[in-house]
């Protein structure tokens, strides 16, 4: 089944201790992305890729870090988490084949709160 | 700086018709998606449009005026499981891919 994964699915942390939410998609899709989604704010991108090795800030970089280095997984890092990306991250990836006109799958998201 | 608006709420009645507008003020344009998203799931795509017109596509419908900086999606005979939210969202990368979403409009469908 084609699909987009994350996990953990679900997580409660503590302000500094590192985290990493992972991401992969089995659709050999060249284009992957991460999203927070907060009430009243919508979803914003935090950082999107291209392709292996290709990544670029989106709108809400701050304090999280990603890496592409195999074409399926695309993990979202935070170093030093903050009450303030207590959220839900949503994983996505898309054909860029079509350049830039394919939909967009989604993971099923990944309710984050930090203490 | 990117600027997409949409209502908050919208309700409507099943079997109705009902049009969810959405306007954008992009850096950039290179096409408009609608995303369904019911509460506590993934987004799910319902449409894209790059050329001003209207794609249509069953129940669903969506239209792009890009000169006013406009689209709508256009849902007819709405059904209950029609209630969730829905996300205009704005590709304003040039030679990336750069979504911009808006707040998304809250569709209840009230028998």
């Known amino acids: 089944e084609a699909q987009v994964t994350q996990n953990p699915r679900y997580l409660i942390t503590v302000t500094g201790k590192k985290l990493t939410v992972t991401c992969s998609q089995n659709m050999n899709h060249e284009y992957m992305s991460w999203y927070r989604q907060d009430p009243g704010l919508g979803l914003r991108q935090i950082y999107y890729?291209?392709?292996?090795?290709?990544?670029d800030k989106g709108d809400v970089p701050e304090g999280y870090k990603v890496s592409r280095k195999e074409k399926r997984n695309f993990p979202l890092i935070l170093e030093s988490p903050s009450p303030n990306q207590t959220s839900l991250y949503f994983c996505?990836?898309?054909?860029?084949?079509?350049?830039?006109?394919?939909?967009?799958?989604f993971g099923p998201g990944t309710r984050l709160t930090v203490l | 700086g990117q600027n997409i608006d949409q209502p908050t709420e919208m309700t409507a009645t099943e079997g109705a018709i009902v049009q969810i507008n959405c306007t954008y003020q992009t850096s950039g344009f290179n096409g408009l998606f609608w995303y369904q998203q019911h509460a506590g799931e993934a987004p799910t795509f319902l449409s894209y449009?790059?050329?001003?017109g209207l794609e249509e596509k069953g129940r669903f419908s969506s239209f792009l005026s890009r000169s006013k900086g406009y689209s709508y999606l256009l849902l007819k005979e709405l059904q209950m499981k029609d209630s969730a939210s829905y996300l205009c969202?704005?590709?304003?990368?040039?030679?990336?891919?750069?979504?911009?979403f808006g707040k998304g409009t809250k569709l209840s469908v009230i028998p």
């Open positions: 449009n790059v050329l001003d």
């Open positions: 996505a990836s898309s054909l860029w084949a079509s350049g830039g006109a394919g939909e967009q799958f």
């Open positions: 890729s291209m392709n292996v090795e290709v990544t």
């Open positions: 969202a704005v590709n304003s990368g040039a030679g990336s891919y750069q979504l911009t």
